[in-house]
């Protein structure tokens, strides 16, 4: 069965032969019980993945990975507390950003990038001299960052496990180290 939005097979995706493939690296793991369990699970998701899209530009892969970019999900948020301007957003941008300042090219690429998603709109402004625009988020836009505050949310209720994890990590890393320094 071939997925995708495209009639050429290169943007298409076979996936009774990717789950062939997966069953093939699953059982070289040995047969067993759990491995069914694990099966049935990886072809559901290699179906909803299939149907989600797997070309790069399909919404499903652009839109997660613009929430993953730099700048993006920080514009969405500033976008959360009103309307602004392109050189007001620069400025805040780099005010309160850890990244440090962005670029007038790089800014207007992710507002253009998040205008084409339809996460936010461009005004313009005739009231000005000369005639600006600013831009504010859509309603697709306020349902996203409230998504990605729920997500910001998950990650302020598990910070100290999240931070003992990391601490945990880095004293297996540095033992790790240490032995593989000690063999040779």
């Not at 298409?12 to 047969?31: F, H, K, M, P, Y």
């Amino acid at each position: 069965m071939r997925i995708g939005n495209d009639k050429s097979a290169a943007s298409q995706l076979d996936v009774d032969t990717v789950l062939g493939n997966v069953r093939l690296i699953v059982s070289g793991e040995g047969a067993s019980a759990r491995h069914g369990d694990e099966l049935a699970r990886l072809e559901a998701l290699v179906r909803a993945m299939a149907r989600d899209g797997v070309q790069r530009d399909q919404p499903m892969r652009e839109v997660l990975a613009r929430i993953g970019d730099k700048w993006s999900t920080l514009l969405l948020h500033l976008l959360r507390t009103g309307n602004y301007r392109h050189a007001v957003l620069r400025r805040l941008v780099s005010a309160v950003g850890a990244e440090g300042r962005i670029s007038q090219r790089m800014l207007t690429l992710r507002l253009r990038a998040l205008e084409r998603d339809g996460l936010l709109v461009r005004r313009v402004v005739p009231d000005t001299h000369p005639p600006g625009v600013e831009y504010a988020l859509s309603e697709l836009g306020q349902s996203l960052t409230a998504q990605i505050e729920n997500l910001m949310q998950w990650i302020r209720d598990h910070m100290a496990r999240i931070l003992q994890a990391r601490a945990r990590f880095g004293h297996s890393v540095d033992a790790r180290s240490a032995s593989e320094g000690d063999g040779e």
